[in-house]
Structures are given as C-alpha cells and as structure tokens.
C-alpha cells in the first residue's frame, strides 16, 4: 500500500514537473515565433536586395555580404571566405552540444531576369533572375537562425548554431567542398528547406550527378584542297553524342544523360576543326550506377575518337553531387512543426497577383488555394525518387539532414521560371520564408532543449549509410570558380 502511494506521488511529481516544462517551453518559443512575426519588413527587404541585384554561382558576393552583415550584426562570429570558397561563410552562435547547422543559399540563374509583375517582362535583356528562389532559400534560412538566437540567449540553453552559407547550388556544387573540409564532422543535425509552391516536408530523395568535359583534338587542314590531312575534332563529338544517344536506351530507366557542345570547333565549313568541346551531366540514383554508366559514356568517347583519327580528352568536374539521404524520424519532427506553423495567409492584392500568374500555366484559383495549407506527410512516399540533384545530397552523408518546403512560388509555376521570378520577389515570397523560419526555430529549439530527440534520427542515419560508410566526394578537388563567369 505504502509503496503504492508513494509510487502515485513520483507519477504526480513527474506529471506536473512534465506540464510546467511543456508551458515554460511554449512560451518561450514565442520568444523566437514573436520575433519573425515582427520582423516580416526586415527580410522582405533583405530578400528584395538579394534579388534586385541576381548574382550568378561563386560570384554572389554582394548577396553573401548581406547575409553575413545581419549575422554579424546579430551577435554571430562570421567566417567568411570558407571551403576554398570566397562567397562561402559559416556563422556560429552558442557553444557546446548539440551542434545545429542551418544551410543557406543565395545564387541566381543566368537569363533569367524579370520585373514583379504577373506577366512576363524582362528587367534587363540577358540578365540574371532568381528563378529557383535562393534569396528567400538564404534569407530565411538566417531569418530562422536569429530567432534561434534570440531564443538562447533568453533562456540561456546550451548548444552551437551554425548557418553555413553555401554559394552555387545551380552547378557548382558549393556545398560539396563544404564536405571535403569537413565542414559537417562535429555537426549533430542540419536543417534544409527550399522555396516551392506549397508547405511540406521533403523526403524524397534525388539524382547523383557528375559532370564532366570531353575534348576532342584532330587536326586543322584545308577542307576542299587537303581533307586527307584533316582530322575534324567536330567528327569526334558528333559521332560520341550519336553513341551516347544509342547507349540512352540500354541504360536504367531513372539515369539521366545530357549534353551541350560549349566548342563546336571553329566558324568556317573549310577549314577541318582541331578542337571541339561538349560538355556533359550523367545522373542517376545510386554512386556505383552512376559511375558503370559514365564507365560506359566514356568508352563511346574514346570509340568516337577512335574512329575519327581525333584523341579525347577527359576531365571530370570537382563538385559532383551525392542523392540525397532523407531521414524519417526528422521528417517527422519537421511535420508536427510544420503543422503547427501552417500555411501562407495572402491578401486580396497578393491572390489577385497569383491568379494572374496561374492564368500563364492554367491553374485554377481552387489549385493556387492550397498554399494555405499544409501538404500531409506521406510516410508511404518516403525516399521518393525526384529526377534533379542537390548539393544537399553530400550533406546528407555526413550529418542527418532534415529538408521541407514552403509556398513562395505560385502553384502550377515551373521551376527556375519567370512565374517564379516573379512571386518569389514578392511579399508572396517573403510570406513563405517567414513559414520556413519559423518552422526552422520550432525544430532547432526542439533539439535544443530536448537533445534526446537526436537519437533516433542519428541511429536511423547511420542504419542509411550503411556499417562502415566513410565519405568521400565523387570527385574530390578544388571548385570551380568560374563555371559561370562566361555567361
Ligand atoms: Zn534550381
Ligand atoms: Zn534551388
């Protein structure tokens, strides 16, 4: 009986002491969720000057700078110049564990420039836009981070916040140098989102990709006089993309072949090209498939070149991507703060500007609509295939990485579009970041004051990769600054 009692008395203990922690919790997220409720003008502004000025992949420094100033002027110690990256920085604020790392990026797409307007107008003829929203994906991602910190100061938690702003996710694979550095080895968890058109946790998975350069080299002579003495190097890259385009049929059905001929070789029918460059992607959802295909894309170089009288050369791009990883007990995490987060509110002004813009891909009002909403997570769709690639995915294989989206475009737009320009440079596109960074602080001060949660999300990762798994990058090496430099 007495042992009964006092059993009731620890259970009541441990109940009310429980009830006093879910209450002191909950108000003091309020602390970050008031913040960015406050703050909506601040980083409508800071969205707004990223994306009025659109700088291309290595070459944001304008965009990197304005993020790290509002870090730095919010109490984080910026590093900046990391990775072997100029536009590259890590910010930290706290200390001890656990280690939460928040990924921010901010690089634009080439010719696509356009005003907020919801039909299509070019701002300047050939210019940069931000068609994939990276100034929302950066803003918010440190909107979240500052509300995180408002939070540890306050209530004097322990543990490290780290935004690592990762220039050139369009191609150059910023964040994959960010592996190679180890970037990630003392990091617990890692949170990601990305602009989209509705609210939902991402648990799908995506494309290793590889990228590499093949040039042929023949030998130049005077087409009509002496062909005999030619060797046309342009011969060489259309009989490879002629083999590639035969292989294309014998391979896995979700890899992904494509290519661009960035040196045709010359300007004049007769003279017989030297040189000829194309440029080639290989993607597909696993490393060792990835590489049996470029094993055999490389041997229809060589075959071509062979055949032609040319040579081939090969250079393989640093910056190749892993999948992604996704990981289900994250997801979960994400979804009930997602839920309690919930959708985007629009104005009459902002639904009118969106049912414009759905007018240019057909979308219904009643389809726009759900952007109110949360999308539910699906546990059956986890690991879904998605035929792009992120640098996310060698992020993902180093620390457990916990990814959703939030509604800045409007539904029905395509990706790296006008439409998407358009909206995202918009309060519609604020709105959204303001949804990812409060979902960003939910989860962070989540593991922050219950670390035990990392638990389950660190043995599933591990499971993932497998006994034994040590990183390392596709192709290691150094970036490649000026991917874009010509464009
Ligand atoms: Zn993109
Ligand atoms: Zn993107």
Redo the contacts with the bound molecule.
Sequence with gaps: MRKYIVLLIICAGVISAGAEKKQSKSSKESIAIDYLNKSFDTYNRLQKQIWSAPELGFLEVNSSTALQNHLTANGFTVEKGVAGIPTAFVATYGSGLPVIGILA?FDALSGLSQDTVPFEKVLVPGGNGHG???QL?GTASIAGAVAIKKWIETTGAKGTLKVFGTPA??GGGGKVFFAQEGFFKNVDAVLNW??ASENAVNASTSLARISILYKFHGKAAHAAANPEKGRSALDGVEAFDNMVNQLREHIVSDARIHYVITDGGGVSPNVVPAHAEVSYYVRAKSIPELFDILGRVDNAADGAALGTGTTVTKKRLAGAIYPVLPNKAFSRLIEKNLEKVGGVQWTEKEVAFANEIGKSTNTSPKEIEKVKNVTPYKESEFGKLQSGS?DVGDVSWNVPVGSFVASTFVPGSPGHSWQNVAAGGTSIGTKGAIVAAKVFALTAIDLFSNPALLIPIKEEFEKARGEGFKYAPIVPGKPELDYRKEN
């Design positions: 990026e994939c929203g990276h994906l996710e369009e990305h602009p992120s």
